[in-house]
C-alpha cells in the first residue's frame, strides 16, 4: 500500500541518556520537521510518508540501568540523503539508515513493523503517544476489538490468519492492592477483506504486592 524499492528503515539514538518520554518525544517532532524542511529545500518536495515508534533500549538498559528511548521508522519513497546528513538533521545522537532490499516482500514489512511497534507494550500502554505516522499515508481498514471473555480468546487463539502475537503484563492499583493483568495481543489478517483485527484478552484473576 505504501511500500516500494525506495522504502528505507531508520533508527534514531540518543547521545544522552533520555527516558523521559514526552521530552523524547518532542525532540522526535522537530527532527521530523526538519527533515521536511531539508527534503523541500534538496528536493523541491516536502512530502514525507512515515510510520514510528519508540522503544527502550535493553542493551543500555543493562549497562546503565535506564531506560533510554530511541526510535524506529520506516520512510516511503525516502530519496538517498547521505547518512552523516542525515545524522546532522538528527542532531541528537546517531543513526541507522538501510535500504529495505527489493526481495523482501510487503508482508515481511508488515511483520517488522509489528515486532517493533508491539515490543514494550506495557510501559506504551500508559504513555501519551507511542506510534508516529505522517498524514499522508494510506491506511488500511482497521477493526480493533478487546476481550475479557476467555472463550472467545481461545477461538482468536485457534485463528489460522494470526500475523503477530505478543504478551505484556499490566498492573493497577484497585482498593489498596496490586492487581496484575496479563494481556495477550493478537494481529490477524482478515484475507477476503484486507481487514486486520487487534484482539486483546485480559486476565484479571491474579493479584501481586507491588514490588
Not at 516536502?46 to 521508522?73: C, D, F, M, N, P
Not at 540523503?81 to 516482500?105: M, P, Q
Request: contains cysteine.
Amino acid at each position: 500500500m505504501n511500500y516500494d524499492n525506495d522504502s528505507k528503515f531508520l533508527t534514531l539514538t540518543f547521545r544522552d541518556n533520555i527516558t523521559d518520554i514526552e521530552v523524547a518525544n518532542n525532540l522526535f517532532n522537530k527532527f521530523i520537521k526538519r527533515l521536511k524542511y531539508y527534503l523541500k529545500e534538496k528536493f523541491q518536495k516536502s512530502i514525507l510518508k512515515y510510520i514510528a515508534t519508540w522503544e527502550i533500549q535493553e542493551k543500555r538498559k543493562e549497562t546503565t540501568g535506564l531506560g533510554v528511548i530511541h526510535y524506529h521508522i520506516i520512510l516511503f519513497s525516502f530519496p538517498y540523503i547521505n547518512a552523516n546528513k542525515l545524522e546532522t538533521i538528527w542532531n541528537h545522537g546517531f543513526i541507522k539508515i538501510n535500504k529495505i532490499k527489493s526481495s523482501v516482500t510487503p508482508e515481511r514489512v508488515g511483520l517488522y513493523i509489528s515486532k517493533y511497534f508491539t515490543k514494550n507494550l506495557s510501559e506504551k500502554a500508559t504513555k501519551k503517544k507511542a506510534v508516529f505516522t505522517s498524514r499522508n499515508l494510506e491506511k488500511p481498514f482497521l477493526h480493533v476489538s478487546y476481550h475479557q471473555d476467555i472463550s472467545i480468546a481461545e477461538k482468536v487463539i485457534e485463528c489460522e490468519d494470526i500475523a503477530f502475537t505478543s504478551q505484556y503484563v499490566t498492573r493497577q492499583f484497585v482498593n489498596e492492592e496490586w492487581i496484575e493483568d496479563v494481556v495477550n495481543y493478537y494481529v490477524i489478517e482478515n484475507k477476503d477483506t484486507k481487514k486486520v483485527e487487534h484482539s486483546r484478552k485480559e486476565d484479571l484473576s491474579k493479584t501481586t504486592p507491588y514490588l
